[in-house]
């Protein structure tokens, strides 16, 4: 058996874990993350990606609303790469109630949100898609932040500051000496145990909290609310649309890459099905007929996937439903709740608050340990997000590779990009078209950003997510782990197994039209030329 000796362990690899272990290494602690997938597996991978002006909390939640505004502007200073400013729009619907508009301007200025009133004229003028009907607009500084490229950037810094990152490993026990903790048991994907030792664990695990928790003898109420979203084929939206109404289900078109995205819906489930990731047709028939209202072009496009997350919301006593319930965060020092010393929950908030989460927790963490560092993560920018004044556009001069490549690269790894292009031919070979992945970006990410199989490639670099869904290259993709990876072919082969099917269950909510005859080639493709059903034969024998 494996054992680590650290002074931190932080279960849990989404953007809180990440941030936490980056806010950490830089205080000069030594800190180990344990993560049971991948990093940015859990909720921080599945959510609309916003980066919050704040707006939509700031008629009720003037404490979130207030946090949300001033990490906008932190995050857009130190996670540039990470962000598109689109800007935000609040439209009211003939539908909706026309008093809102002013109750959210109100909110707005109350947190400190500079919220502007527009007219319908100009409001068209920013985003022609939208519904003419529309009785009023305002703009808010919303935006769009990658949360997988942003937790991997917190991640890289974390591992280049001296922490330890062991993904796909599991904590199975929280071990204790009296009334203190003292470490944690964990198993890797092979079933080898590692030990880890330290004086402070902390409990990032967001949903999964409260089965963490359970491992220490204490209970954390979880109040799981499941949210759904739909994948459109193209961006229609420039501008993330919102709509002006207390917040209820489809209100929200928010652009994403090459594609759009409508959000979301809010559905309590019990505990036990925080890990079925099921899509229901109700939901799917609301996120269309909704995001038609404000788009009515979403009628002309086809979903590509549909795809839901838990929110991490700690139950509060009395409240009844998953939009009413705080999303504010939520710091638990359980030597003062529950008398044993060491461990610390973070929940709640959300990823565009997964600095300051981590800050607040840094902050305890460093208390029980006696260092008097201060935090230093709202200063010091990001990997990727290091100066300004460095484009694709150098590196183009030095490299002579095509203009289109170098900007996918550069929108993706920020300065990062001079890790990755080089003059070499493997950055002229395109392996996703979509998204325009070439070899050396793969090489980067298996060799430099933990990855460990294809889905884990797909969050780096977003291999296979645009609008063919890995029908073109995720043979090629796979063929890579062999030559920078280290998989036998077999391995390979069963790479490109797994992330068919972890695809398929995103597009399984929406197959009709197109996207059904699409699946039907995907299938043929890989089951009857490529002889994937063999695969699938043996992984039945074997389970
Ligand atoms: C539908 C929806 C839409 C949202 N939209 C937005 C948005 O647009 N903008 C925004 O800012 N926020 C949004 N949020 C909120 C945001 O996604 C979450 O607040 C945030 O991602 C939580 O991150 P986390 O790191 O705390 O938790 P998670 O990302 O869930 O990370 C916890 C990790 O712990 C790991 N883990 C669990 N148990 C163990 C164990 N035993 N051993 C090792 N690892 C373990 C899990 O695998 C997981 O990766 C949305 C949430 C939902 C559900």
Redesign the pocket.
């Known amino acids: 058996m494996n054992r680590i000796e650290t002074d931190v362990i932080i279960?849990?690899?989404?953007?809180?874990?990440a941030g936490t272990a980056r806010d950490l290494s830089m205080r000069g602690l030594r800190c180990v993350l344990?993560?049971?997938?991948d990093i940015?597996?859990?909720?921080?991978?599945?959510?609309?990606?916003?980066l919050?002006s704040g707006a939509r909390y700031a008629v009720k939640d003037h404490e979130s609303a207030h946090e949300c505004m001033r990490e906008n502007k932190t995050l857009r200073k130190i996670a540039w790469h990470c962000i598109e400013d689109t800007g935000g729009l609040f439209v009211t619907l003939p539908e909706d109630d026309p008093g809102y508009h002013r109750l959210l301007l109100e909110g707005c200025r109350y947190a400190g949100i500079p919220a502007k009133e527009i007219s319908i004229r100009k409001a068209l003028q920013l985003e022609p898609n939208l519904n003419p009907g529309i009785l009023s607009a305002m703009t808010v500084p919303d935006g769009t932040i990658d949360?997988f490229r942003l937790t991997s950037s917190n991640m890289l810094d974390a591992k280049e500051r001296g922490a330890i990152i062991l993904t796909h490993?599991?904590?199975?026990s929280i071990l204790k000496e009296g009334s203190k903790v003292s470490g944690v048991s964990?198993i890797t994907k092979n079933g080898d145990v590692i030990e880890v030792m330290a004086p402070v664990i902390i409990n990032?695990?967001?949903?999964?909290g409260q089965?963490?928790c359970a491992m220490a003898d204490i209970k954390l109420p979880m109040f799981p609310s499941?949210?759904?979203?739909l994948i459109i084929d193209y961006r229609i939206n420039g501008v993330v649309v919102n709509r002006c109404r207390p917040p209820a289900d489809g209100d929200i078109i928010?652009p994403g890459d090459t594609v759009s995205l409508i959000?979301?819906t809010s559905k309590e489930i019990p505990y036990d099905k925080i890990d079925d990731y099921t899509i229901d047709d109700d939901e799917i028939d609301i996120l269309l007929s909704d995001g038609e209202k404000l788009i009515p072009n979403v009628k002309n496009t086809r979903a590509l996937r549909a795809y839901?997350?838990?929110?991490?919301l700690v139950a509060v006593s009395g409240e009844a439903e998953g939009r009413n319930i705080s999303r504010g965060i939520v710091l638990i020092d359980h030597k003062e709740r529950d008398g044993l010393d060491g461990l610390i929950t973070?929940?709640g908030?959300?990823?565009?608050?997964?600095r300051l989460?981590a800050e607040k927790t840094s902050d305890l963490a460093c208390k029980k340990l006696g260092v008097k560092k201060k935090c230093k993560t709202h200063k010091v920018p990001l990997p990727g997000s290091e100066s300004r004044f460095s484009s694709g556009r150098t590196v183009k001069r030095f490299s002579g590779i095509p203009d289109s490549v170098v900007g996918s690269t550069f929108y993706r790894h920020g300065q990062r990009l001079r890790n990755i292009m080089t003059g070499e031919k493997k950055n002229y070979r395109l392996i996703c078209e979509c998204e325009m992945v070439t070899e050396g970006e793969i090489e980067y990410a298996i060799k430099k950003l933990d990855v460990k199989d294809l889905v884990d490639l797909r969050r780096r670099t977003r291999i296979g997510m645009g609008p063919c869904q890995g029908e073109l290259c995720a043979y090629r993709g796979a063929g890579l782990f062999h030559e920078y990876g280290g998989t036998t072919p077999e391995g390979s082969v069963e790479l490109l197994h797994d992330f068919l099917e972890e695809r398929w269950k995103g597009i399984r909510p929406v197959l009709w039209g197109d996207g059904l005859r699409e699946s039907e080639f995907t299938y043929w493709i890989y089951q009857g030329l490529f002889g994937l059903s063999h695969v699938n034969n043996k992984k039945k024998k074997k389970g």
């Open positions: 279960i849990g690899g989404g953007a809180t874990g344990i993560e049971k997938n940015a597996s859990g909720t921080t991978g599945r959510n609309h990606g916003l919050h949360p490993t599991r904590v199975s964990c990032a695990a967001g949903v999964w089965e963490v499941k949210g759904s979203m928010v959000g979301t839901c997350g838990v929110r991490p973070i929940s908030g959300k990823l565009m608050t997964y989460m």
